[in-house]
């Protein structure tokens, strides 16, 4: 009898060792694109028990997470979730910057040396706007290092609306990244990953989903006294589409989405987040993640959240919808992943590349600071008032929201930056300037954020940034980037395999995600990634 209990109890503490030391069958990282953190609670009565509510109540939650540089954006966002590191270490400083080499624009995804494909035997057109890559990026990804930790066996596929945002968290050796076309309505990738997509792809766009998705009616999908965390249906600064006069429920898309640009209008709707979901369960299907013996990554992009943030701002009846039916889409996904993958044997992790700031023309009506500024105005003043000084030259080769990139002219390149400095010292709106050349800028706190936001190749010669509330002139919604919690609190759930229940309130940043990814499966870090994972959730 003793041997029996015996043998009972080393048959237990064995199950027990075997189940700690046992990996995910799939990694599902999600990201939310624009997602503020306070929106799993500000809409949240409006939610379903099975989608953010089950990843907060059945999973862990960060709930005092932040970036931590600047300009809070898609393509740095994604890059920094990925390698655990910041723009001065991975190089993607915005979605678009100046080469200072080749003297003109850059895009933070582009590749000339690949081309588009997209199914057809036309691969090589329009080569400029689809030769895509993640050859910009100049970090190891968490999603490489498990290949390479896995010598190749692991499958790692991105996919999103956005190229960005299916490239970047894929990784360097990614075995698929997708992203939608907005001429065809259909998933293509670039020769960088295959010269041709594979068969399920190519099935699931022949069903031709956002065909059928652009002929719905986006209506409010509760009825409309149950929306109460947003601001009229009717307001100010609302994008109004090409044959409409305003920007209320209903829409009919059929008769809308010719008149505005067709398929291109997919992102603009919350159904190109079901476009994606589609893709998402089609890909684990295809692909067969989770059904082996090493542990697959899949990495989920969703997109229209912020397009609609961007043209209805951050307090309209469309974006509290589009929550809500984000939700679904988080609730669809669970279910899916529960009967392909099973229930703790998948693991997911979910945040936003960025959060969102109020439009000025609402924070003014509400008493609360904000404004506009225009960069080409300030740009042109810059320019003149440098002209006067040292004799008539373009000064200014490039200028956005958070960065100036300067010429080389024949005058000193630090009596410039000085002058510069004194003039754009002076601009109504603008709270810090950082100065790589000097190691300085105006507020010594932020010194630590601009070094994390700074790539000596990348940047610009003067980092910019704005005070609360400010952003460039728009037409219609909103926008993001600054080093404000509007812009930088983002949710961070944790769920599935290994985690544990609960929260925490303890300070937390972005790069912390891909170090906890590291531990959580026992693989090496990226090679910039921070080596301060989240603790708490190895208790």
Not at 414 to 422: N, Q, V
Request: aromatic share 12%; hydrophobic share 35%.
């Amino acid at each position: 009898m003793k041997i029996g209990i015996y043998a009972v109890i080393v048959l237990f503490t064995q199950l027990a060792l075997a189940q700690q030391e046992a990996k995910p069958k799939l990694v599902v990282g999600v990201v939310v694109d624009q997602m503020r953190a306070e929106y799993l609670y500000r809409f949240q009565e409006n939610y379903g028990e099975d989608g953010f509510k089950r990843l907060m109540r059945e999973g862990f939650n960060v709930k005092n997470m932040h970036y931590n540089y600047v300009p809070t954006a898609t393509g740095p966002g994604h890059a920094s979730i990925y390698t655990g590191t910041t723009p001065a270490n991975h190089g993607i400083v915005a979605n678009d910057w100046y080469d200072k080499t080749a003297n003109r624009n850059m895009y933070c995804a582009q590749d000339e040396r690949v081309f588009l494909t997209d199914g057809t035997s036309n691969v090589k057109k329009e080569i400029s706007r689809y030769s895509r890559s993640p050859k910009n990026l100049l970090a190891s990804t968490i999603t490489d290092e498990l290949k390479l930790f896995t010598n190749g066996r692991s499958k790692v596929i991105g996919i999103s609306l956005k190229d960005r945002g299916a490239i970047f968290p894929a990784g360097h050796l990614a075995n698929h990244a997708f992203w939608y076309h907005e001429q065809t309505g259909k998933f293509i990738t670039s020769s960088y990953y295959s010269d041709k997509l594979p068969h399920w792809l190519m099935e699931f766009n022949r069903r031709q989903l956002a065909d059928s998705l652009l002929n719905l009616t986006w209506n409010m999908l509760k009825p409309s006294e149950k929306y109460q965390n947003s601001g009229p249906d009717a307001a100010a600064m609302e994008k109004v589409f090409k044959g409409r006069t305003d920007a209320t429920f209903p829409y009919g898309l059929k008769r809308l989405h010719k008149a505005n640009g067709n398929f291109a209008m997919m992102p603009y709707v919350p159904f190109g987040n079901s476009l994606l979901t589609a893709l998402a369960k089609t890909v684990v299907k295809g692909e067969g993640l989770g059904q082996r013996n090493e542990t697959d990554f899949l990495t989920i992009s969703y997109s229209s959240t912020d397009y609609i943030g961007h043209s209805y701002g951050i307090r309209s009846k469309e974006l509290e919808d589009t929550y809500i039916r984000m939700d679904g889409e988080i609730a669809n996904l669970l279910s899916f992943l529960d009967s392909k993958v099973g229930k703790g044997n998948y693991l997911v992790f979910l945040t936003a590349d960025h959060a969102a700031s109020d439009h000025p023309d609402f924070l003014k009506t509400s008493n609360l600071p904000g404004n506009y500024f225009g960069v080409e105005s300030i740009k042109q003043h810059l320019n003149e008032e440098l002209s006067k000084l040292f004799g008539m030259e373009n000064y200014v080769a490039f200028m956005d929201k958070t960065q100036v990139y300067l010429n080389p002219v024949k005058t000193p390149k630090k009596e410039i930056l000085k002058a510069a400095i004194d003039f754009l010292s002076k601009i109504e709106g603008i709270k810090e300037l950082y100065v790589p050349e000097f190691h300085s800028n105006r507020n010594q706190d932020m010194d630590s954020v601009f070094r994390r936001s700074f790539h000596s190749d990348n940047s610009g010669d003067i980092l910019l940034h704005f005070k609360s509330g400010w952003i460039p002139k728009r037409l219609a919604g909103t926008t993001h980037g600054a080093f404000y919690n509007n812009d930088k609190h983002v949710p961070c759930l944790w769920f599935g395999w290994n985690v544990p229940t609960g929260e925490t309130v303890s300070p937390k940043s972005i790069d912390q995600i891909a170090p906890t990814l590291s531990m959580l499966l026992n693989i090496p870090l990226p090679s910039h990634a921070s080596n301060k994972p989240i603790g708490e959730l190895f208790r």
